[in-house]
């Protein structure tokens, strides 16, 4: 089998090596697994370079690359009634997904329904529970509630168009180029506008042109450096803003006057901390939900590019591309 590794820190490109292993046999309680699809997250750029993390949970070289993905069982050791050989699978927690095949325990692995797009179900394992908590664990939104968000036409921002829209609350997304808004307003976003200067008036502007009603009470950063403080200026008092990445390469900055005078809380997010709040049952229900909505399409992700194992580098080149439309996944 051929699994990608990560051999130091630096640039993905030039750090990720193709390994050959031997495939054993899947032991008791184990199944082979035929990787079909995984995709290239921003974190798995991150980790690449040494960036993602802190202390001793940054991951040390040389580690396995991929996060989640999807496969179909080929073997299965004893003892397994399933899932059984034929049966596509979601691959997730799993120690490196990118490569053409692996073996793993058969209890983690849940069957994905055939109907299901593959590509579309590589990714249901980090992004959307990533939109879905960030929405839900640090305030309570109402109906027609605002919520705003930058980097709006990321992955985890479209879902955070998707989930919000089903739940009944609207959004104002901010993007970095004029040629995002109106996939974007498409694809469902309420308000789309550029980030940049004087946002706080502009957004308060978009929100009175349809409607009004109160500011955003919680804002969704992905960026840093000085777009937290650029959304932090959007909220109510009392609002919260919610970071999960540093697309800027920069530390969060929120004003003192925003935090004294308006009360705004800049709260981090990680998913497995935000799984971990919840029981198996919880995490178990909550994915059964998202997948649902993958299923009947609330979800989807835009994809740009497919990569064979082979051309691991130039997948990961493009995917640290700027001006993405889409994910860029590794097809073995």
Known sequence: MLRAQISRWGEPSAVVELIEMESPAPGP???????????????DLLKCRGLYGYGESV?????????????????????????????????????????????????????????????????????????????????????????????????????????????????????????????????????????GPELATRVADAIDSLGGGALAKLAIDAVGGDATARIAGC???????????????????????LIVFNDIRLQGFLLPRGLKTRSPAEIAALYERLLGLAMDGTLDVEIEATYPLAEIGAALDHADRAGRTGKVLITP
């Open 29 to 43: 309680g184990e199944v082979r697994v035929k990787v079909e699809a995984s995709p290239i997250h921003p974190s």
């Open 59 to 195: 991951p040390m070289p040389p580690f396995w690359g991929g996060v989640e993905g999807v496969g179909l069982v080929t073997d299965a050791g004893a003892d397994v009634e399933t899932p059984r050989p034929g049966e596509r699978v979601i691959l997730a927690r799993l120690d490196g997904i990118w490569g053409d095949e692996l073996i793993a325990p058969a209890s983690g692995l849940t069957v994905l329904p055939p109907e299901l797009d593959p590509l579309q179900g590589s990714m249901l394992i980090a992004n959307p529970p990533t939109a879905e908590l960030m929405l839900t664990d640090f305030t309570t939104l109402e109906a027609g509630d605002w919520v705003i968000q930058n980097a709006a036409n990321s992955a985890v921002g479209r879902h955070v168009v998707s989930l919000a829209k089903h739940s009944g609350w609207r959004t104002v997304n901010l993007v970095r180029r004029q040629e995002a808004i109106a996939p974007l307003e498409a694809h469902g976003g309420d308000v789309v506008l550029i980030d």
């Open 235 to 257: 909220l109510a008092p009392g609002g919260t803003v919610v970071n999960y990445g540093l697309l800027s390469g920069e530390d969060c900055r929120v004003p003192a006057r």
